[in-house]
T-cell receptor, first 114, second 115 residues
């Protein structure tokens, strides 16, 4: 069984600033993957970034990067140079064996202030 | 590619009625998932197909729920009879299992309201 915990129900950031969203997980699998998904008001679930547990290097996608601490089972998302379009609900997720059967956290609502 | 296509976008029905949600996965994808999103329980996996075969339906809440995938380009999730507690957003997602960078792509969801 896997669990994913997001302890920050809401976060806010000033436009152009940097914000970090927290996520911890628990899994008994040795082969697993971690994801951050964004859900804007349109409801669409959009993949932001993906991290393979066997890789030590932190994943980066443009302004989005993660801090993956495997021993601590921590997987935080850093958004640099925040933009108004980044405002959304962000979900952390864990999957055993690639993208199958994601277990999601409860989400963090991010507000970007102009 | 048009992405994962779900229909309808919104569905309002009365308790006891049959509801059918539809999904067209991305062409070439061989895995399909149905998720349900509610405020109370968040996002939950209902069922997962691989090559049109149901692999894991342990998330299906009860016998009122059934899912089919008659071919690689179409899947349905049926609720019969529907109940108010089934009100939720239902997402379909697809992926190509086997790629080293396999990613899950979601549809826009169906907002179901059971009155």
């Amino acid at each position: 069984a896997q669990t994913v915990t997001q302890s920050q129900p809401e976060m806010s950031v000033q436009e152009a600033e940097t914000v970090t969203l927290s996520c911890t997980y628990d899994t008994s699998e040795s082969d697993y993957y971690l994801f951050w998904y964004k859900q804007p008001p349109s409801r669409q679930m959009i993949l932001v970034i993906r991290q393979e547990a066997y890789k030590q290097q932190n994943a980066t996608e443009n302004r989005f990067s993660v801090n993956f601490q495997k021993a601590a089972k921590s997987f935080s998302l850093k958004i640099s140079d925040s933009q108004l379009g980044d405002a959304a609900m962000y979900f952390c997720a864990c999957a055993r064996g690639s993208a199958r059967q994601l277990t999601f956290g409860s989400g963090t609502q991010l507000t970007v202030l102009p | 590619d048009a992405g994962v296509i779900q229909s309808p976008r919104h569905e309002v029905t009365e308790m006891g009625q049959e509801v059918t949600l539809r999904c067209k996965p991305i062409s070439g994808h061989n895995s399909l998932f149905w998720y349900r999103q509610t405020m109370m329980r968040g996002l939950e996996l209902l069922i997962y197909f691989n090559n049109n075969v149901p692999i894991d339906d342990s998330g299906m809440p009860e016998d009122r729920f059934s899912a089919k995938m008659p071919n690689a380009s179409f899947s349905t999730l049926k609720i019969q009879p529907s109940e108010p507690r089934d009100s939720a957003v239902y997402f379909c997602a697809s992926s190509f299992r086997g790629l080293p960078d396999e990613k899950l792509f979601f549809g826009s969801g169906t907002q179901l309201s059971v009155l």
